[in-house]
Nanobody, 116 residues
Framework: QVQLVESGGGLVQPGGSLRLSCVASGRIFSFNAMGWYRQAPGKQRELVASISTYNNTVYADSVKGRFTITRDNAKNTVYLQMNSLKPEDTALYYC??????????WGQGTQVTVSS
């Protein structure tokens, strides 16, 4: 049984930082690249960062230089360090495999709100 549980979101002022965590249960983590996705109200879900099993990373242009994705294979956890947050980063953040995802494995997500 695969389960993805995201946490770490919250309300932060512009320019602030947050660190998101996603714990994966089941066999999904060890053999897959993982990614962080986000969906803002009225917009499609987008992939913002991904990390391969060899720790190669890819970022969307909108977050490059501000976000850092890492993974801890021993803990089956992927992280997203978000710095210099902007109001346009406000969204519900999810993790899943990347760049192709499993629709049935979407978790509840964690809300990030950037506002003064």
């Amino acid at each position: 049984q695969v389960q993805l549980v995201e946490s770490g979101g919250g309300l932060v002022q512009p320019g602030g930082s947050l660190r998101l965590s996603c714990v994966a249960s089941g066999r999904i983590f060890s053999f897959n690249a993982m990614g962080w996705y986000r969906q803002a109200p009225g917009k499609q879900r987008e992939l913002v960062a991904s990390i391969s099993t060899y720790n190669n990373t890819v970022y969307a242009d909108s977050v490059k230089g501000r976000f850092t994705i890492t993974r801890d294979n021993a803990k089956n956890t992927v992280y997203l360090q978000m710095n210099s947050l902007k109001p346009e980063d406000t969204a519900l953040y999810y993790c899943n495999t990347a760049p192709g995802y499993y629709p049935k494995y979407w978790g509840q997500g964690t809300q990030v709100t950037v506002s003064s």
